[in-house]
């Protein structure tokens, strides 16, 4: 926990509810160990998505759906959502959610490993990305990231703080979580010191990270 729960469970106290669909979707998720947004980061992304009202969203992690579903709920009624996802048991069960809900038609999910898809996705497809997948992959999609995110579009970077663990010496971690360390301290140093983008941090959730995108001319 980066932030006192007793604030944190205050705040949470105060956030608009879920629909009972939703809210469902997301108990059983947190009971099945599937990561899914965390109440701040859904109240963030409801904000964003309400002020910045995206046309063509890109989620890079689907896991069951629930972050896209939630987004889709505060989407403008002519945008769309794609989704990535890699790891097999979750992408019928992402399906399935999303015919359920009635949004399939506003939400496509690709199968495959999100390094190898996003080349495949046309340049300055998207004016919003969500990223929520494998933390020590971040730095590594970021290039295609870029060309695919249109000048001006907003990234969502999520679960940038490892919980608390980003800020520790690499030698209090295993050797696994060093190199996740090592690949988001990269990443994040990336997104603060690139002059194509500006970038702030938050400390809601396990941290955020939001940054705008602001292509450079050549």
């Known amino acids: 926990m980066i932030v006192d729960e007793r604030y944190t469970d205050f705040i949470n106290s105060l956030e608009s509810v879920l629909s009972p669909e939703l809210e469902e979707l997301y108990g059983s998720s947190k009971r099945d160990n599937v990561p899914v947004i965390r109440r701040q980061t859904q109240s963030l992304l409801r904000f964003l998505m309400s002020m910045y009202q995206p046309k063509s969203i890109l ?5 069951v759906g629930f972050s896209a579903l939630f987004m889709s709920g505060f989407m403008r ?3 769309h959502i794609t989704t990535i996802e890699n790891y097999e048991k979750r992408i019928p069960q992402a399906r399935a959610n999303f015919e359920k809900f009635g949004q399939s038609e506003r939400i496509t999910l690709i199968e495959g490993d999100a390094a190898e898809v996003l080349k495949t996705l ?11 997948a494998a933390k020590g992959q971040y730095i590594h999609f970021l290039p295609q990231v870029k060309r695919v995110l249109q000048n001006g ?3 969502i970077s999520d679960n940038i703080l490892q919980d608390g663990q980003i800020i520790e010496s690499k030698f209090a971690l295993t050797r696994r979580n060093r190199t996740i360390h090592k690949r988001m301290r990269e990443y994040l140093r990336e997104l603060t010191h690139s002059e194509d983008f500006t970038t702030t941090i938050l400390t809601v959730g396990d941290g955020v990270a939001l940054s705008l995108y602001n292509a450079q001319q050549e």
């Not at 989620?59 to 896991?63: F, L, W």
């Open 122 to 132: 046309p340049d300055q497809a998207y004016d919003m990305i969500f990223m929520d």
């Open 153 to 155: 579009g907003l990234l």
């Open 59 to 63: 989620e890079v992690g689907t896991a």
């Open 77 to 79: 009624s002519d945008g």
